[in-house]
């Protein structure tokens, strides 16, 4: 069974940075790009970054570039999203997902984002 | 940036109805589109990729069709569980977009 597990979330002030990791498990994570998306509050879905199963390539959302990056350990099966320069529009559920080919296949339960003085 | 256009966005429909979702791209995006089903507090669910193919384990009751700038997903004999709201994504160029989303109710 595949699931991802987030973690790394909370409140931070802006301005300042913050890590997510997703824990993959139940599929070969080397075989897999992967990718983050994010939802603001009773807002709809927005694609923030994906990394290539190697880790070769990265794609990044103008908003965020510069600020975010995406990263992965494929001996620990984990990807992780460093984000600096936080901002308040930042605030989202971030949500780990699986890319088959180019769509989403598998998403995460989210972590919870708060960026606030 | 590819813009996707999702209508309507609520509706609200009796159990055994049938209901479809639209989305439309700003421009071509070669049946590369997926279709999502959400319900409040869980994460997406796949229901549909490359514009019609079935997700393992997704009802028969849900269709997806289209081509070019124009994609629909069809819900057949709405079931009480099928509340919830529906995104579309263009997954045919970065940055990948989603559709508002469509909420669906069920009288």
Redesign the interface.
């Known amino acids: 069974e595949v699931q991802l597990v987030e973690s790394g979330g909370g409140l931070v002030q802006p301005g300042r940075s913050m890590k997510l990791s997703c824990a993959a498990s139940g599929f070969t994570f080397s075989n897999y790009g992967m990718a983050w998306v994010r939802q603001a509050p009773t807002k709809?879905?927005?694609?923030v970054a994906?990394i290539s199963y190697d880790g070769s390539s990265t794609?990044y959302?103008?908003s965020v570039k510069g600020r975010f990056t995406i990263s992965r350990d494929n001996a620990k099966s984990t990807l992780y999203l460093q984000m600096n320069s936080l901002r308040s529009e930042d605030t989202a559920t971030y949500?780990c997902t699986r890319q088959?080919y180019?769509?989403?296949?598998?998403?995460?339960?989210?972590v919870m984002v708060t960026v606030s003085s | 940036d590819i813009q996707m256009t999702q209508s309507p966005a609520s509706l609200s429909a009796s159990l055994g109805e049938t209901v479809s979702i639209e989305c439309l791209a700003s421009e071509d995006i070669y049946n590369?589109l997926?279709w999502?089903q959400q319900k409040p507090g869980?994460?997406?669910?796949?229901l549909i990729?490359?514009a019609s193919s079935l997700?393992d384990g997704v009802p028969s009751r849900f269709s997806g069709s289209g081509s070019g700038t124009q994609y629909s997903l069809k819900i057949n004999s709405l079931e009480s569980e099928d509340a919830a709201t529906y995104?579309c994504?263009q997954?045919?160029e970065?940055?990948?977009?989603?559709?508002?989303?469509t909420k669906l109710e069920l009288k």
């Open positions: 709809g879905l927005e694609w994906t794609y959302r103008d949500y088959r180019y769509y989403f296949d598998y998403w995460g339960q989210g | 590369n997926a999502y869980k994460s997406p669910q796949l990729y490359y997700q995104f994504l997954d045919s970065y940055p990948y977009t989603f559709g508002a989303g």
